[in-house]
């Protein structure tokens, strides 16, 4: 790496040099706040090139189960985390006072919204408060959770120095760099997903780039943590809108008695000018539904209206209320039957395909509105054996999957496929199944066909 950028001392005997290189000689000791579906990745892609790393969490039994080689996300197996935590260079804690012993911090907390739709910075704030307790000067600190355009700077940077009496820049660094995990996609690991990263002043930018290019084939510098904030709102409004489009499409096609998946499995074919997005029956993830009033909220400040990305979410959210009407209708045409009263079999609790992650997925409050309405509501999910607790959804909590097998599912008036699983097999529920209703397209998608396969 070329050095751009004038070295500059800090208030300690440890330079930005020295620094750098125990960085870039994977010598540096590395804290990752937050051990979940974006920080464990992070620990293993560091672990892979011989950083010792401390993973830190405030949940003592996800600490402890760690700790004895126990991975919380089915994606990464324990044997793994064992692997980990036997070579010395991995372990977890609670304990918050370690901080001080590391090189650098990477923050990987939750962001999510409150009920009135706004920001959630509780955990970065929390995180923010217990470092300034325990930082020494000539640390990196970066955040990864998304947020809106101003946070690392405006928010923990005046935490960070309050606290301490230390001056971002010169006695501790600061930098945004947005994660990009895409749990379940085999294609893209930590390691060769590109990695934005905005440092507050040339010092901080310059000590990023050395800790993430050690660990990432491809670092892309941007002009400050600002605009990496802004990149990361950028890319899942992207997705967010055009997934809206092919919701609102669908609708559209539906009535014209046009098949949209037909539709954009042709227009795909196209080499340039088009990208393939999918309907579903909402969006569900801890990024797609949720970033978009990040920008949102912030745009108020400047007193501008998001209109375009409030009707997106507007069109997405809609989709719920789309797809049950449709069991309705099909359960009054295909079985005489009434919604209320009916027993149905949700396939599917997780938020996307082949993860055991159902944060904000969109079948947990189709599932509460089935019940609403007086339907008897089970569901399978192969990645999900229980609803594990949660701030919402607190009627679900500790419902159990139910196995599968030609004759429950003769007990069904209806399977309502909303999660595409690859381990279920959907011939089996094709055969036995009186009505099904088939959200993700996935029984077209294998090849199996029969008229009581309802595609919304």
Not at 2 to 14: A, D, F, G, H, P
Not at 15 to 39: P, S, T
Not at 269 to 294: A, N, R, S, V
Request: include cysteine; proline fraction near 5%; hydrophobic fraction near 40%.
């Amino acid at each position: 790496m070329q050095n751009t950028v004038q070295l500059t001392s800090i208030n300690t005997s440890l330079n930005i040099e020295e620094l750098e290189n125990r960085f870039l000689n994977a010598e540096a000791k590395i804290a990752v706040v937050g051990l979940g579906y974006v920080g464990l990745p992070l620990i293993s892609a560091l672990y892979d090139k011989g950083f010792e790393t401390t993973g830190f969490d405030v949940d003592t039994k996800r600490v402890e189960n760690l700790n004895n080689g126990i991975s919380p996300i089915k994606h990464i197996e324990n044997n793994h985390i064992q692997e980990l935590v036997e070579s010395g260079k991995f372990k977890a804690t609670d304990s918050f006072e370690e901080l001080s012993n590391m090189d650098a911090i990477i923050i990987c907390v939750p962001t999510p919204l409150t009920k009135q739709r706004e920001p959630d910075l509780s955990y970065v704030l929390a995180t923010t408060n217990t470092i300034a307790q325990n930082l020494k000067p000539g640390q990196l600190i970066t955040l990864e959770s998304t947020t809106y355009p101003g946070t690392t700077t405006d928010v923990m940077r005046p935490i960070l120095e309050k606290v301490t009496g230390l001056k971002s820049g010169e006695d501790f660094f600061l930098a945004y760099s947005p994660e990009r995990e895409d749990p379940g996609n085999a294609g893209f690991s930590a390691h060769n997903t590109p990695k934005v990263v905005g440092g507050d002043g040339d010092s901080a930018m310059r000590l990023a780039q050395a800790l993430y290019g050690k660990i990432i084939e491809t670092v892309v510098p941007v002009s400050s943590p600002e605009t990496a904030e802004a990149v990361k709102l950028t890319e899942n409004i992207f997705r967010a809108v055009n997934i809206a489009l092919v919701n609102e499409l669908k609708v559209i096609y539906s009535e014209m008695g046009i098949d949209v998946w037909e539709v954009i499995d042709a227009a795909k074919t196209k080499p340039f000018g088009f990208m393939p997005f999918y309907p579903g029956p909402g969006l569900g993830g801890h990024c797609i539904p949720i970033d978009p009033f990040y920008l949102t909220w912030k745009a108020r400040e400047f007193d501008i209206n998001t209109r375009f990305i409030e009707l997106a979410g507007e069109i997405n959210v809609h989709m719920i209320r789309y797809v049950i009407s449709n069991l309705t209708e099909a359960l009054n045409q295909h079985a005489q039957k009434s919604l209320k009263g009916s027993k149905i079999l949700l396939s599917g609790v997780a938020y996307k395909k082949n993860v055991d992650d159902m944060r904000e997925s969109p079948s947990l409050k189709i599932w509460e509105t089935l019940e609403e309405k007086g339907a008897t509501v089970d569901y399978h999910d192969p990645f999900l054996p229980e609803i594990p607790k949660t701030r919402e959804h607190i009627t679900l909590q500790g419902r159990k999957s139910q196995e599968i097998t030609p004759q429950i599912l003769k007990g069904y008036d209806a399977v309502f496929v909303a999660t595409d699983h690859d381990e279920v097999d959907y011939q089996m529920i094709a055969d036995n199944a009186s009505l099904i209703i088939d959200t993700r397209n996935v029984f077209a998608r294998n090849d199996i066909k029969a008229p009581h396969i309802i595609k919304t």
